[in-house]
């Protein structure tokens, strides 16, 4: 007996099939959601985030995982703008992992700096 797929289920069929490119539609959805609400630019599109995406973070190097149960995992990829202020325009966004982006909007280069050098010092030590 042949049953017919609704739409919600060819939706579903679709995003399963298609997980970078359904991922890029909503992360340009979202990121000129985010822009209006912070008052910064937008321009990029869908396609333009599908033409700088990889598989894997480029800070970590661990391999992004597309599609999930809707929750956000370290191993998610996400939008990040290089210069805030700049909004989310080509030559502006990089795509990292959930990770990544969390550790860089939290801290600034120097905190960093300073835990990673107390860290190197604690390791290498005599």
Known sequence: MLTSLTSIDRRQ???ERNPKRTWAVYASKDARKRALKKGVPHSITAAYILSIMTDTCPIYGTEFKWMGNGG???????LDRI?????YVEGNVVII?????NIKSAYKAADLYKVADW?????NKG
């Open 13 to 15: 069929a679709y995003k």
């Open 72 to 78: 956000i995992q370290p191993t998610s990829p996400s």
């Open 83 to 87: 210069d805030p202020a700049k909004g």
């Open 97 to 101: 992992s959930s990770k990544a982006n």
């Open 119 to 123: 860290l190197y010092e604690i390791e």
